[in-house]
Every structure is written in C-alpha cells, then in structure tokens.
C-alpha cells in the first residue's frame, strides 16, 4: 500500500520553516499547517515574483505537494516536472513525481522517477516501498518489486502499509502462504483497515480455506463496502 505523503516535500517545507524567510509568502509556502489551499496561493506568489529569498524549486515542489493533497495530482505533476528542470538530482521531488504518477495509473513513468528516485538515495523506506507498489499495481517485473518491498519491511518493520504492499506482490505471484502471513502481520499493527482484512481473504480463498476468506470478505465489506473494486482494479480477485 502506498503512504501518501503528500509528499515528502511537505516533510521538507515543515524542516524549512525554521530558516528565515523574506516574505509571510514563503512562511505559509514552506509551513502550511495543514491549509494546502492557502499553501498554492503562497507558493503561487513566491514562483510569480521569482523571489530571491528560497529556491523557486522548493516553491514547484511545496505546490506540487499542495496540490496533491488536493486532490490535483496532473497539476501536481506539472510542477514536479518544473522542480525537477530546476533541480534535477532532489530525491524527494522525483518521488513526489512517482507517487502522482502512481496514483493516475502511468506505472511506467512513475517506476522511472521512483527508480530515479532510489539512484539518489538508495536507503529511503518510503521511496522503497513505492516502487514496490507501482511495480505490483502494474504487474510488472514482481521479482524485482519482491526485492523492493524486502528492503523496506527490513528496515521498518513494524510498518503496515509496506507488509500490505509485499502481499499483494506475493498474492500476484500466485504466493499465497507468504502472501496471507504479510496480511495477517499487517493486521496485527492495524487490526481495522479493510484493505489488509481483504488481502487476507483472498490469500485464504486461494489456499482452498473458503469459510475463514468469506469471513474475511464480509468483515472487509462491512468495514469499506467498496473494498472488493479496489482489488479488482489492482488486478486481483478471489
């Protein structure tokens, strides 16, 4: 499963803010405090007057951000892009532009920047994991997005959405033992997301144990009652 971070340039903009700052634009730019309709408008200013203050990248990449969290995610990309033709080795904007692409379904594009991504910065947990989930939503080279996941459950073990993402890899690779023991470890951590109880159950269902993955379903369903499209558009089903 993919964390949204909103991006990791939100993270970012949150460190900047304890640097001084020329105008209450870029304040509001680096340091939103959760009003990301308030954060475009301020980067907006800051990349319309080209200030001198920060760097015009940083303010591509927070809008990026604010948009994403928006709801915006073609917006976001292009100014990921813009980011990027201005700082073309920030780890962090090359994974924002993965994740956007992610999410609009361009697997091909996003595995690209997300591999990028890791070129810069090898040992990124998150960066790890959403590479393995790319991979897996596009059913592509899953061996590889196998790997992925493996680094980032190895160092954050205790990590829901990664243990989520290495099961749908397995349920892909027709590893259902291993793909049921993610899913029921993820459970563990979050014993309330639809997502991993419905996870579970497809692993059951394909190791023949129908009655336990009908429960499974049912709990899944009560929980998002639109859960069972979600698997279906990642390309699984019981």
């Given at each position: 499963?993919?964390?949204?971070?909103?991006?990791?340039?939100?993270?970012?903009?949150?460190?900047?803010a304890?640097?001084?700052?020329?105008?209450?634009?870029?304040?509001?730019?680096?340091?939103?405090?959760?009003?990301?309709?308030a954060?475009e408008?301020a980067c907006?200013t800051v990349?319309?007057r080209?200030?001198s203050?920060g760097?015009?990248?940083?303010a591509?990449?927070n809008r990026g951000?604010?948009?994403?969290?928006?709801g915006?995610?073609?917006?976001?990309i292009?100014?990921?892009?813009q980011?990027?033709h201005?700082?073309?080795?920030d780890?962090?904007?090359?994974?924002?532009?993965?994740?956007?692409?992610?999410?609009?379904g361009?697997?091909?594009?996003?595995?690209r920047?997300?591999?990028?991504?890791l070129?810069?910065?090898?040992n990124?947990?998150?960066?790890?994991?959403e590479?393995?989930?790319?991979?897996?939503m596009?059913?592509?080279?899953l061996?590889?997005?196998?790997?992925?996941?493996d680094?980032?459950?190895?160092?954050?073990?205790?990590?829901s959405?990664?243990?989520?993402?290495?099961?749908?890899v397995r349920l892909?690779?027709?590893?259902f033992?291993?793909?049921?023991?993610?899913y029921?470890?993820?459970i563990?951590?979050?014993?309330n997301?639809?997502?991993?109880?419905?996870?579970?159950?497809l692993?059951?269902?394909?190791?023949?144990?129908e009655?336990?993955?009908?429960?499974?379903?049912?709990?899944?369903?009560?929980?998002?009652?639109?859960?069972?499209?979600?698997?279906?558009?990642?390309g699984?089903?019981?």
């Amino acid at each position: 499963m993919r964390l949204f971070s909103g991006s990791l340039a939100g993270m970012a903009a949150l460190l900047a803010a304890a640097c001084a700052q020329p105008s209450s634009d870029w304040t509001i730019c680096r340091a939103p405090q959760g009003d990301f309709t308030a954060q475009e408008r301020a980067c907006s200013t800051v990349i319309e007057r080209q200030e001198s203050g920060g760097d015009v990248a940083e303010a591509y990449r927070n809008r990026g951000g604010a948009r994403a969290r928006l709801g915006r995610d073609e917006e976001a990309i292009a100014d990921f892009t813009q980011a990027i033709h201005l700082e073309p080795n920030d780890t962090l904007v090359y994974f924002d532009r993965g994740s956007a692409l992610s999410r609009t379904g361009a697997y091909d594009r996003a595995i690209r920047d997300l591999d990028r991504a890791l070129q810069l910065n090898p040992n990124q947990a998150y960066v790890l994991n959403e590479a393995c989930w790319a991979r897996a939503m596009a059913g592509a080279d899953l061996e590889h997005a196998a790997a992925l996941c493996d680094s980032a459950v190895a160092q954050v073990p205790t990590q829901s959405a990664f243990l989520d993402s290495r099961g749908l890899v397995r349920l892909k690779q027709g590893d259902f033992e291993n793909a049921l023991t993610d899913y029921e470890a993820a459970i563990r951590l979050n014993p309330n997301s639809a997502h991993y109880i419905y996870g579970r159950g497809l692993a059951l269902m394909h190791l023949s144990r129908e009655a336990e993955g009908q429960a499974a379903f049912d709990e899944a369903l009560r929980l998002d009652p639109e859960i069972a499209e979600k698997y279906e558009r990642y390309g699984v089903k019981p």
